[in-house]
């Protein structure tokens, strides 16, 4: 008798386990993806170095400090409902600042009970609103649900 309530209590904590709930780092809120072509001839290109500034709500940060050659980078954009990022990208860490106002729709997309809600950017707009280093910038997709394409073109 005692073998058949062990046995008994073992399938039943055997069977009351469930499977793990884990949440990737996919299904998180995406950045946006810039990538850089020369103004003239509209060519793609990479940088030696470029640094951008964001305002999430507490003035300028610095979220990306790239002192090698790339050909794009992954800004983060406000989480909160405010519907525009501000950027300042420089070409050094002490060069002239563009100031480049990204505007969009912010919305919430259920992920699952382990990674919950994550933001996606709808009608994605780019300003360049101080000319510097950086000529124009150039809307690619004006949706962001993941970093797989490319976002936002910069002008240099």
């Keep these: 008798m005692k073998k058949s309530w062990f046995l ?13 709930d884990i949440c990737s ?11 850089f072509k020369n103004e003239a001839t509209g060519k793609i290109r990479s940088l030696d170095s470029i640094f951008v500034y964001a305002d999430y709500g507490q003035g300028m940060e ?38 480049v106002k990204i505007a969009y729709l912010p919305k919430d997309e259920y992920v699952s009970p382990a990674c919950g809600m994550k933001k996606v950017y ?15 910038v150039e809307v690619s997709k004006n949706e962001i ?9 910069l002008l240099f």
Excluded: W
């Excluded at 008994?8 to 793990?20: E, K, W």
């Excluded at 780092?25 to 990538?35: D, V």
């Excluded at 649900?145 to 073109?153: C, L, S």
């Design 62 to 99: 610095m979220v990306v400090a790239n002192r090698y050659k790339t050909d794009s980078i992954l800004i983060p954009l406000r989480i909160d409902n405010t519907p525009f990022t501000q950027l300042e990208i420089a070409l050094s860490s002490g060069g002239a600042k563009s100031g």
């Design 25 to 35: 780092s996919t299904e998180s809120t995406p950045r946006m993806k810039m990538k």
């Design 122 to 136: 709808e009608n994605v707009n780019a300003i360049l609103m101080n000319p510097q280093s950086l000529k124009g």
């Design 8 to 20: 008994i209590l073992l399938a039943f904590i055997m069977t009351s386990c469930g499977g793990d």
């Design 145 to 153: 649900y993941n970093e797989d394409t490319t976002h936002i073109f």
